[in-house]
């Protein structure tokens, strides 16, 4: 099956700092990719739509300039955290489609001090 | 707009007992729908997907789900449980119709077995 990795899968860093988190298809591309945030206990949010070649598409109240999605080619999305504060700790899935089937990362904690 | 409920944010069966996990759905339009697993600190597993062929799926580990459309109901079900499927399960409906596919989320259901 297809398959998405995501790195690091695991980040702590302090607060102020930005953090630069990397979605790749592996075996497949993608045009399009999805970034989530899951809080604790919580279902899974979507943030965003990556778009290859053009602007992502927020969700509405998610920060454009908070979370930078770039979909730099047909197999990489990244989203960067800027200026990342403990309120931003939390774990982001990505997703990448093969029509209608979604296929996940396996996910980054990302832990702000 | 589509919607998604899943009923019981907690389910607890004994080993080998019946697993039944609930979900509902809206739609106006006929719908895909999937079950994800997650396992503590993992990305999101496919354990199975309708799309409009047999109503009756049978995923991985054992589970199945049946579509009910006059029910508007996919709900999960495992014969007999085992200690291993203890995670989070999330259901899912896809707007198909919609170029990017997007998914609609259920607010999840974590499963507890009792040895």
């Known amino acids: 099956g297809a398959v998405v990795s995501q790195h690091p899968s695991r980040v702590i860093c302090k607060s102020g700092t930005s953090v630069k988190i990397e979605c790749r298809s592996l075996?497949?591309?993608?045009?399009?990719m999805f970034w989530y945030r899951q809080f604790p206990k919580k279902s899974l949010m979507l943030m965003a739509t990556s778009n290859e070649g053009s602007k992502a598409t927020y969700e509405q109240g998610v920060e454009k300039d908070k979370f930078l999605i770039n979909h730099a080619s047909l197999t990489l999305s990244t989203l960067t955290v800027t200026s990342a504060h403990p309120e931003d700790s939390s774990f982001y899935i990505c997703?990448?489609?093969?029509?209608?089937?979604?296929?996940f990362g396996p996910g980054t904690r990302l832990t702000v001090l | 707009a589509q919607s998604v409920t899943q009923l019981g944010s907690h389910v607890s069966v004994s080993e080998g007992a019946l697993v039944l996990l609930r979900c509902n759905y809206s739609s106006s339009v006929p719908p895909y729908l999937f079950w994800y697993v997650q396992y503590p600190n993992q990305g999101l597993q496919l354990l199975l997907k309708?799309?409009?062929?047999a109503t009756l799926v049978k995923g991985i580990n054992g589970f199945e789900a049946e579509f009910k459309k006059s029910e508007t109901s996919f709900h999960l079900t495992k014969p007999s449980a085992h200690m291993s499927d203890a995670a989070e399960y999330f259901c899912?409906?896809?707007?198909?119709?919609?170029?990017?596919?997007?998914?609609?989320w259920g607010a999840g259901t974590k499963l507890i077995i009792k040895p």
């Open positions: 309708y799309t409009s062929a």
């Open positions: 899912a409906v896809s707007d198909h119709t919609d170029s990017n596919y997007q998914l609609i």
């Open positions: 075996d497949f591309q993608a045009t399009t």
């Open positions: 997703s990448a489609p093969i029509g209608w089937e979604q296929f």
